[in-house]
């Protein structure tokens, strides 16, 4: 899932680099990955783009470089290609006549148009689809041969790219002394909208991915409309000319269930809903749900969001269940939205970074945890630990979303169907998966309704195809999810040095295991003390010896053998450290203990850095010495190394 944005300005001295800039930011949350812009300035294009949030990638030194009255910009989120810089949009090439294109969506027939632009000897230097699909354009302008070329060729040439490209793509492109062009695909997948502002120099356009960053832009910008599905859009240099064309009929109208259950904000509008609307209505139905399964006698006492985008759906919730509303995480605004970091332990790790509890909600409370949706479950099993280690009796969690069973191939980061954790499972068995009391679906026949019913005249169907396995565009087969699948384990392989740190064991623990919690953002080491049932234990920290904490086995990780354990690491230990930059183990001295882990020395160049626990293991050249335990430090050691690790 991406962010788009293209802005033309009717005064030609004027500047739409900051303007650009401002939007790019009110799409942030749909990708942080990289983002770029393009402007161009007396038929000049002007471009930045980089890894990094917009923040990051627009100093203000840079954007004074960004001079023209037109532009387009995008933020990534990667769901075709890899995560380099050299994958940032806009796309850019200069034959014929310049143009530069940024993209929303994702292509499901690539193989088949690399092979094309092969045959007409254009390299596509990247995995992108979005690339591709400027190559497509442009081979397509190209192949009129125009010193200059008309809208009518232009919507030509998108007729014969829509025709060409399956799955799904909002498009805006930058044609350098020409105009801008935007189209979205013949199903309305991803969204597109655009509005416009009277000026005394005319008209100024804006287009979109999402109407909240027309709004921000300036108060006389009003929003017009949603693109249609199969339309294209033209744009003079100067904005003297707008035209639109209807390229493709419609099949079906379809836009993006998801977009409204987790990715828009909920201040757009998207095809005429109201995205915060739509979530009360999903909260709505997620209450009557949660009387379904429970009983009117339910004993939750209390309602909690997941920060943030389930907040409007829990607070409707628990308003039906006459409970109250309490809030139960604190967010920490500076970390990213962890669905749409790339990898499945980066996520995990970045859970308890992301979001902390605040206990006094939490003791002694049959509690109900509210998320916008339930994917990996990489989030859920962390928050739901964090809740029983708050102190409370029972953790309910609901997801106003129904269950995530089926592979996203319009754009979405859900491609490998066993990443799923409600792929070929029932809701009994996810619940022991996640460790919770009951875990509670709505179901996809109320939420599609929860959505259409705010404009039936104009969406009667959604994309709902990670909820359901129908695909909109009639052309996935299972060969071709089993290839993603392929191609993201290759992928995932050649990344991943290490294995991965969440153990979920197969056989309960035994009284006396040694076993790791990850607590905050560190790792505690602890023994298994009393065995509860089939999915839960009491454990005792050996930090914090004069308590017992009951988890469940799946926020348990058995110690590999030969591994250290926080009880183990004090300061002065001579030990070997994985090096982050080429994953190698050198030998290192343990010199602090940190709120993230441990600051260790390396021996032979006297670099110092900060690591976590999983970066250390014995040094076998000192196996018969190194012997230093817990037992062993010094008094004042263990006592600075106890207060440094409460958290």
Known sequence: ?????????????????????????????????AAGIVTCHRNRLNMRKDNGTVAEVFTQESVQHLKGNIGIGHVRYPTAGGSCSAEAQPFYTNYPFGIALAHNGNLTNTAELTAQMSNVFRHINTGSDSELLLNLF????????????????????????????????AVVVLINRIGLLAFRDPYGIRPLCFGKRRTAHGTDYAIASESVAIDSLDP???????????EAIFITMQGQQFLNRQILSSPKFAPCLFEYVYFSRPDSVMDGIKVYEA???MGEK??????????????????????????????????????????????NRYIARTFIMPGQEVRRKTVRLKLNTVRSEFYGRNV??????????????ELISMAREAGAKKVYFASAAPPVRFANVYGIDIPTRAELVAYGRDEEEITDCLGADRVIYNTLEDIRDAVVSLNPDHVTILEDSCFSGQYVTGDITEAYLASLEAARGEGRNARTASPPLLIIPTEPFNVGDRIEVLGGARVFSGVVTSLLNDSECHIRYYEFPESEVKLPYTSLQPI????????????????????????????????????????????????AEEVPLEYLRPNPALASTNTTTEADAPKETKEAKKELTLI
């Open 279 to 281: 979530r009360i209505g």
């Open 368 to 381: 109900l945890l509210i998320d916008d949706s339930i994917v990996r479950g990489t989030t859920s099993i």
């Open 286 to 331: 997620l209450a009557k749900r949660i009387i379904d399964v429970l009983g009117p006698d339910h004993d939750i006492d209390v309602v909690m969001p997941i920060p943030e985008t389930s907040r409007t759906a829990a607070l409707q919730c628990a308003h039906l269940l006459q409970r109250p509303y309490r809030e139960g995480y604190v967010k």
């Open 560 to 607: 590999p053998p030969g591994s250290y354990t926080c009880d183990q690491v004090v300061v002065g230990l001579q030990c070997q450290c994985k090096y982050a930059s080429d994953l190698q183990y050198y030998a290192a001295t343990v010199t602090g203990i940190t709120q993230y882990g441990y600051a260790v020395t390396y021996t032979e160049y006297g670099n």
């Open 1 to 33: 899932m991406c962010g788009i944005i293209a802005l033309v300005n009717a005064d030609l001295d004027s500047h739409v680099n900051q303007a650009l800039v401002d939007g790019l930011t009110m799409l942030q949350h749909r990708g942080q990955d």
């Open 220 to 230: 006389l910008f009003k929003l017009e409309r949603d693109v249609h599905p199969g």
């Open 138 to 169: 442009a081979d397509e302008l190209q192949r009129r041969q125009l010193t200059y070329i008309t809208p009518n060729d232009i919507f030509d040439a998108v007729r014969i790219v829509m025709r060409k490209c399956r799955g799904s793509y």
